[in-house]
């Protein structure tokens, strides 16, 4: 149980277009996801927290016009990075907690990454 | 705290030894953690947590330990395997925010 997934696991795309990132938990629903970026031979970033059927909360000097998050529904968030340029291009990873756990610390899951290429 | 730099620092293992992974956390009142591993090109996989009202935890061939007072976590791997090369990373959240600060990583090579 608790698989969160990622589609497409792998994009390229031309400078200036949109790309959009799908995450789905499979097997449970999660009000609160998550969306980091990760760049070669570093760490995990946090850019923003998406809640379902609210506006999410962007990491400070995360352009949120840029990145779009939307969280329809308990089991879908997604991302969309506008107006891609190829410093975008990164590893961008979601996790999800699962909300029939409660508690303070309910685990995050998380999805197994999209890799973005911008040319 | 931000990852920085643009290397991983290394640990490079015996098969069968063990191995002690260290990290420094940044937030005095950060009350949970968890080790995590990534293989190239995945998604972090869930190790080991601990609470900041302990400070030792087993699982199945690791312990995590937590020393509040410096501030430091580590997770030990006993018999390591070729298996367990992978990028090891350690998280602190609070209550407060619930958001996962990760830690700037490991890279655990095991030789053969």
């Known amino acids: 149980g608790a698989v969160v997934s990622q589609h497409p696991s792998w994009v390229i795309c031309k400078s200036g277009t949109s790309v959009k990132i799908e995450c789905r938990s499979l097997d449970f629903q999660a009000t609160t996801m998550f969306w980091y970026r990760q760049f070669p031979k570093q760490s995990l970033m946090l850019m923003a927290t998406s809640n379902e059927g609210s506006k999410a909360t962007y990491e400070q000097g995360v352009e949120k016009d840029k990145f779009l998050i939307n969280h329809a529904s308990l089991t879908l968030s997604t991302l969309t990075v506008t107006s891609a340029h190829p410093e975008d291009s990164s590893f961008y990873i979601c996790?999800?907690?699962?909300?029939?756990?409660?508690?303070?610390?309910?685990?995050?899951?998380f999805g197994p990454g999209t890799r973005l290429t911008v040319t | 705290g931000e990852s920085v730099g643009l290397h991983l620092p290394t640990l490079s293992v015996q098969e069968g030894d063990n191995s002690i992974i260290n990290c420094a956390y940044s937030?005095?009142?950060?009350?949970?953690f968890i080790w995590y591993k990534q293989e190239s090109g995945k998604g972090p996989q869930f190790i080991i947590d601990?609470?900041?009202?302990?400070d030792k935890r087993q699982g199945q061939r690791v312990t995590v330990l937590l020393n509040k007072t410096v501030k430091h976590l580590s997770l030990q791997i006993a018999a390591t395997q070729p298996g367990d090369s992978a990028v090891y990373f350690c998280a602190e959240t609070s209550g407060a925010t619930n958001k996962l600060i990760f830690g700037t990583g490991t890279l655990l090579a095991v030789q053969p």
């Open positions: 937030n005095s009142a950060s009350d949970y």
């Open positions: 996790s999800a907690r699962d909300v029939g756990l409660g508690g303070t610390h309910s685990e995050q899951y």
């Open positions: 601990i609470r900041s009202n302990m």
